[in-house]
C-alpha cells in the first residue's frame, strides 16, 4: 500500500495522482515487486490533517477576512469618539457642579425664608422670591440638560468607537440640530460669532468626512 507524501492518505496501486490533495504520486520504478510501498507507515511521523475549505465556504471565509480588514476604524473616527468622550466627562463634571450649587443655593433660601425680616420683604415684595425661585429652576434646568449631553456623549463615544451603524446615523442627526442652531444664533445676533463658525465649520467636516467611501465601508453601510 502507498501513502501520499503530502497529505499521508493512502492511495491505491497505480494510482497517479492523490485523491484526498491532488498531490502527484512517485510511482515505483520499473521491476519493483507488485507490493512495493512508495512510502511506509512507520518510515514517517503521522500527518496532521488541515481542514481544507471548497466551495462556497472559501468565499465566506475570504469575505468574513475582507470585512476585517474594511471594519479598521479610520483616524477621524477615533479622534471623534476621544473628543465625544472628552465632553462627556466635562458635562459630567458640569453637572454635578451645578448640582451642588443647586443644592447649596436650597439651603441659603430656606434659612432666608425662616428670617423673619427677609420673609416679611419676601412677603411686601414677591419679586425677590420669585427671583430666587427662578434662578433655582434655571439651574435645575441647566443640570439636566449638562448630564443629558453627557449621556448623548457616552453613547456617541461607544458606538463610534466600535463603529456601529447606529452611532453614524446619531452623530448626524445631532450634527445638524447643532448646525442649524448656530445658523440661528448667527443670524439673529446671539451669542459669539466665532464661537458659532467654529460649531459650523465642525459640524460641515463632520458631515463631510462619514460620508467618504472608506468610512462608510468601516460602518458597514
Given at each position: 500500500?502507498?501513502?501520499?507524501?503530502?497529505?499521508?492518505?493512502?492511495?491505491?496501486?497505480?494510482?497517479?495522482?492523490c485523491?484526498?490533495?491532488g498531490?502527484?504520486?512517485?510511482?515505483?520504478?520499473?521491476?519493483?515487486?507488485s507490493?512495493?510501498?512508495?512510502?511506509?507507515?512507520?518510515?514517517?511521523?503521522?500527518v496532521r490533517?488541515?481542514?481544507?475549505?471548497?466551495?462556497n465556504s472559501s468565499?465566506a471565509?475570504?469575505?468574513?477576512l475582507?470585512?476585517?480588514?474594511?471594519?479598521?476604524?479610520?483616524?477621524?473616527?477615533t479622534?471623534?469618539?476621544?473628543?465625544?468622550?472628552?465632553?462627556?466627562v466635562?458635562a459630567?463634571?458640569?453637572?454635578?457642579s451645578?448640582?451642588?450649587?443647586?443644592a447649596?443655593?436650597?439651603?441659603?433660601v430656606?434659612?432666608?425664608a425662616?428670617?423673619w425680616?427677609?420673609w416679611?420683604?419676601?412677603k411686601m415684595f414677591p419679586v425677590?422670591?420669585?427671583g430666587?425661585?427662578?434662578?433655582?429652576?434655571?439651574?435645575?434646568?441647566?443640570?439636566g440638560?449638562?448630564?443629558?449631553?453627557?449621556?448623548l456623549?457616552?453613547l456617541?463615544?461607544?458606538?463610534l468607537?466600535?463603529?456601529?451603524?447606529?452611532?453614524r446615523?446619531?452623530?448626524?442627526?445631532?450634527t445638524?440640530?447643532?448646525?442649524?442652531?448656530?445658523?440661528?444664533?448667527?443670524?439673529t445676533?446671539?451669542?459669539?460669532?466665532?464661537v458659532?463658525?467654529g460649531?459650523i465649520?465642525?459640524?460641515?467636516?463632520?458631515?463631510?468626512y462619514?460620508?467618504?467611501?472608506?468610512?462608510?465601508?468601516?460602518f458597514?453601510c
Amino acid at each position: 500500500m502507498a501513502f501520499c507524501e503530502e497529505c499521508g492518505k493512502s492511495v491505491e496501486p497505480g494510482t497517479r495522482f492523490c485523491r484526498a490533495c491532488g498531490h502527484p504520486i512517485d510511482l515505483p520504478p520499473a521491476g519493483a515487486e507488485s507490493g512495493a510501498v512508495a512510502i511506509i507507515a512507520g518510515d514517517r511521523p503521522p500527518v496532521r490533517e488541515i481542514p481544507r475549505v471548497h466551495g462556497n465556504s472559501s468565499g465566506a471565509a475570504a469575505g468574513a477576512l475582507a470585512g476585517s480588514f474594511a471594519r479598521k476604524r479610520p483616524g477621524g473616527v477615533t479622534f471623534v469618539a476621544v473628543s465625544e468622550s472628552i465632553g462627556a466627562v466635562l458635562a459630567v463634571w458640569g453637572g454635578f457642579s451645578l448640582l451642588s450649587y443647586t443644592a447649596s443655593l436650597t439651603a441659603t433660601v430656606a434659612v432666608a425664608a425662616h428670617i423673619w425680616w427677609i420673609w416679611v420683604l419676601m412677603k411686601m415684595f414677591p419679586v425677590l422670591a420669585m427671583g430666587e425661585s427662578d434662578m433655582l429652576r434655571d439651574l435645575q434646568t441647566a443640570t439636566g440638560i449638562l448630564f443629558g449631553i453627557a449621556v448623548l456623549c457616552g453613547l456617541l463615544t461607544y458606538g463610534l468607537w466600535k463603529l456601529r451603524k447606529w452611532a453614524r446615523i446619531l452623530l448626524f442627526v445631532l450634527t445638524c440640530l447643532s448646525l442649524l442652531h448656530a445658523v440661528i444664533l448667527l443670524f439673529t445676533g446671539n451669542g459669539s460669532v466665532t464661537v458659532h463658525l467654529g460649531v459650523i465649520l465642525v459640524g460641515a467636516w463632520i458631515l463631510w468626512y462619514f460620508r467618504k467611501p472608506h468610512v462608510k465601508q468601516a460602518f458597514g453601510c
